[in-house]
């Protein structure tokens, strides 16, 4: 006796109704009895294999581990007959299960058990590669949004360059231009060096900027040769030569022919060639030194003193200010306002004469020069609104714009030193003719001076025996 699934030959199967694969009529199916013939395997069966005319005559048959009848391959759809829509889901853990069909069937109609499928291998998903076009996009979009900043950046920055620009049109503007007049230069000077500019700074309490004695000069040199700014301040007490006039002191070069005899008398005696001067009365120091914010100085008991002197008798009646205005209690470490600070630089009876009042001339305009490095752009249009009408200059609109331009940057890219002509060993003290003190210069020798600060930078060792004389 032999057993399929776990029955004998004469035992049948149990017969479970399933009204989907049962009842269906098989008049027309196309029955054919000659194919009616038990399979070897199954002599002696009561039930016998039903076989239709139009299924496929091959059979597979399961291997000895798998228990149930053979499986005939699957039948086409039948005509008419509407398929069920397959849905697009994710196989689930029971799809390895197939139930039962008439495939299945077991001689004489009966079911056979459920065959189990093995289980599917889900795939991994695999992970799109970016096609080459997207990311084309992605750095065409990289590249649009760095476009768009730079281009933002470059319209912001001529904007200020606009604004500056007018801003700077419009003061120089209100500037009093002075043609140059006609020059009187000893022959055998030598031509202006083009590495080097020269703007002589003449400082003077006249109201029009042409009258009166100069109270300071200082010769601001921008080299290319060692990329320096030196401010040389001239001693006011040089006996010197003035054409046309004899001998003087420097200062009264320019109470008798102005700015352009005061440059002749430089260039004749010392040698530096000088082609452009700006001239600053009080009123514009002041309201330039108050757009800065100011000074930071170290002052002496005696030097509150002298200041608060100077404040009643000369700055405060100019400015049209209380005779008692801004005084200081005492000495110390101040932030001086324009006042004060033009006060400072006035002091003369304190101290070596008028080698210290050059020395802190040269100290407040140095610390005015730093200040205009970090100047606010919201401080300049005060600045040149309130000091510009108080200057004159022979420098052309269009000189000065360019000049506007470049003063800044080299004030931050150029070393900046400084120079007090003559130096110590260069002079003696004499008496003129007329009584005065003054001071018999080596022309030569400051000169020479004059030509190692513009072409090599002054050492710091006689930086400082300047400072201190």
């Given at each position: 006796?032999?057993?399929?699934?776990?029955?004998?030959?004469?035992?049948?199967?149990?017969?479970?109704?399933?009204?989907?694969?049962?009842?269906?009529?098989?008049?027309?199916?196309?029955?054919?009895?000659?194919?009616?013939?038990?399979?070897?395997?199954?002599?002696?069966?009561?039930?016998?294999?039903?076989?239709?005319?139009?299924?496929?005559?091959?059979?597979?048959?399961?291997?000895?581990?798998?228990?149930?009848?053979?499986?005939?391959?699957?039948?086409?759809?039948?005509?008419?007959?509407?398929?069920?829509?397959?849905?697009?889901?994710?196989?689930?853990?029971?799809?390895?299960?197939?139930?039962?069909?008439?495939?299945?069937?077991?001689?004489?109609?009966?079911?056979?058990?459920?065959?189990?499928?093995?289980?599917?291998?889900?795939?991994?998903?695999?992970?799109?590669?970016?096609?080459?076009?997207?990311?084309?996009?992605?750095?065409?979009?990289?590249?649009?949004?760095?476009?768009?900043?730079?281009?933002?950046?470059?319209?912001?920055?001529?904007?200020?360059?606009?604004?500056?620009?007018?801003?700077?049109?419009?003061?120089?503007?209100?500037?009093?231009?002075?043609?140059?007049?006609?020059?009187?230069?000893?022959?055998?000077?030598?031509?202006?060096?083009?590495?080097?500019?020269?703007?002589?700074?003449?400082?003077?309490?006249?109201?029009?900027?042409?009258?009166?004695?100069?109270?300071?000069?200082?010769?601001?040199?921008?080299?290319?040769?060692?990329?320096?700014?030196?401010?040389?301040?001239?001693?006011?007490?040089?006996?010197?030569?003035?054409?046309?006039?004899g001998t003087n002191k420097l200062n009264a070069a320019f109470a008798f022919g102005g700015a352009t005899l005061l440059m002749d008398t430089i260039v004749n005696n010392y040698g530096i060639p000088i082609d452009d001067y700006i001239c600053i009365n009080f009123k514009a120091f002041v309201h330039i030194a108050d757009a800065l914010g100011g000074i930071k100085v170290e002052i002496s008991?005696?030097?509150?003193?002298?200041?608060?002197?100077?404040?009643?008798?000369?700055?405060?009646?100019?400015?049209?200010?209380?005779?008692?205005?801004?005084?200081?209690?005492?000495?110390?470490?101040?932030?001086?306002?324009?006042?004060?600070?033009?006060?400072?630089?006035?002091?003369?009876?304190?101290?070596?004469?008028?080698?210290?009042?050059?020395?802190?001339?040269?100290?407040?305009?140095?610390?005015?020069?730093?200040?205009?490095?970090?100047?606010?752009?919201?401080?300049?249009?005060?600045?040149?609104?309130?000091?510009?009408?108080?200057?004159?200059?022979?420098?052309?609109?269009?000189?000065?714009?360019?000049?506007?331009?470049?003063?800044?940057?080299?004030?931050?890219?150029?070393?900046?030193?400084?120079?007090?002509?003559?130096?110590?060993?260069?002079?003696?003290?004499?008496?003129?003719?007329?009584?005065?003190?003054?001071?018999?210069?080596?022309?030569?020798?400051?000169?020479?001076?004059?030509?190692?600060?513009?072409?090599?930078?002054?050492?710091?060792?006689?930086?400082?025996?300047?400072?201190?004389?």
């Amino acid at each position: 006796m032999s057993k399929h699934n776990g029955l004998s030959d004469t035992q049948e199967l149990p017969r479970v109704p399933d009204p989907e694969y049962w009842e269906e009529p098989y008049e027309d199916d196309g029955y054919d009895p000659r194919l009616d013939t038990p399979h070897p395997r199954l002599q002696g069966a009561a039930n016998r294999t039903n076989a239709y005319a139009d299924d496929p005559p091959r059979l597979e048959w399961p291997d000895d581990s798998q228990r149930g009848s053979p499986q005939r391959q699957a039948r086409p759809p039948r005509q008419g007959i509407q398929q069920p829509r397959q849905r697009l889901q994710q196989p689930s853990p029971h799809s390895s299960i197939r139930r039962a069909s008439y495939q299945d069937r077991l001689p004489g109609g009966e079911k056979s058990m459920p065959y189990r499928r093995p289980p599917q291998q889900i795939q991994p998903e695999r992970r799109e590669k970016v096609p080459k076009q997207r990311k084309r996009r992605r750095r065409r979009r990289h590249h649009s949004c760095l476009r768009h900043i730079i281009l933002s950046v470059i319209s912001l920055a001529l904007v200020l360059f606009l604004l500056y620009s007018g801003i700077v049109m419009l003061a120089i503007r209100q500037i009093e231009y002075r043609e140059t007049g006609t020059r009187q230069l000893t022959s055998g000077i030598s031509e202006s060096d083009p590495e080097v500019r020269n703007i002589l700074l003449i400082g003077t309490d006249s109201r029009d900027g042409e009258s009166g004695r100069a109270d300071t000069m200082i010769v601001l040199s921008f080299s290319k040769h060692n990329h320096s700014v030196t401010m040389t301040s001239l001693m006011r007490d040089s006996y010197v030569s003035i054409p046309n006039h004899g001998t003087n002191k420097l200062n009264a070069a320019f109470a008798f022919g102005g700015a352009t005899l005061l440059m002749d008398t430089i260039v004749n005696n010392y040698g530096i060639p000088i082609d452009d001067y700006i001239c600053i009365n009080f009123k514009a120091f002041v309201h330039i030194a108050d757009a800065l914010g100011g000074i930071k100085v170290e002052i002496s008991d005696r030097e509150a003193e002298e200041i608060n002197v100077i404040l009643q008798s000369e700055v405060n009646r100019i400015m049209g200010d209380d005779p008692m205005a801004d005084f200081l209690p005492s000495g110390g470490t101040f932030t001086l306002n324009g006042k004060q600070a033009l006060a400072y630089a006035r002091i003369r009876h304190v101290g070596n004469a008028d080698f210290e009042r050059t020395e802190r001339q040269r100290t407040v305009l140095n610390k005015m020069l730093d200040k205009v490095k970090h100047l606010s752009p919201t401080a300049i249009p005060k600045m040149l609104g309130t000091a510009m009408p108080e200057l004159t200059t022979n420098v052309p609109q269009s000189s000065l714009y360019l000049l506007s331009l470049q003063t800044p940057v080299k004030l931050i890219a150029y070393d900046m030193q400084t120079l007090r002509l003559p130096a110590d060993g260069t002079y003696s003290d004499q008496t003129a003719p007329d009584g005065q003190m003054v001071l018999a210069v080596d022309f030569d020798a400051n000169h020479q001076l004059y030509l190692q600060a513009t072409q090599n930078p002054i050492s710091k060792e006689s930086e400082n025996t300047e400072t201190n004389k």
